[in-house]
């Protein structure tokens, strides 16, 4: 099993940015893809974005392109979300996940595991 945590989250005013990181714990972080989703309560669980395992595809959604960024360091066992020109509607829960699969899994809303979550409020 895949050990997941976040961090990163914060309350921030609109225009502002933040950056996310999931850690993970094991030896094989390359060997799977990794992605971000975001969940408001009552809603379902939304992709934002995801990479590949190697770092050199990525894939996100519409409403967040153009302004968020994933990147990933094999060498930390570390990915990341860059979060620029946030708004108000960025708001929510965001979590950190993996698809043994490869990206286009997570894309498909399809992860193997994914963490607790970081909470992101954008206010206007």
């Known amino acids: 099993q895949v050990q997941l945590v976040e961090s990163g989250g914060g309350l921030v005013q609109a225009g502002d940015s933040l950056r996310l990181s999931c850690g993970t714990s094991?030896?094989?972080?390359?060997?799977?893809?990794m992605g971000w989703f975001r969940q408001n309560p009552g809603k379902d669980r939304e992709f934002v974005a995801a990479?590949?395992?190697?770092?050199?595809?990525?894939w996100s959604s519409d409403s967040v392109k153009g302004r968020f960024t994933i990147s990933r360091d094999n060498a930390k066992n570390t990915v990341y979300l860059q979060m620029n020109s946030l708004k108000p509607e960025d708001t929510a829960v965001y979590h950190c996940?993996?698809?043994?699969?490869?990206?286009?899994?997570?894309?498909?809303?399809?992860?193997?595991?994914w963490g607790q979550g970081t909470q992101v409020t954008v206010s206007s």
């Open positions: 990479i590949s395992r190697s770092g050199e595809s990525t």
């Open positions: 996940a993996v698809a043994y699969g490869g990206g286009e899994r997570l894309r498909r809303g399809m992860p193997d595991y």
């Open positions: 094991g030896r094989t972080f390359s060997t799977y893809a």
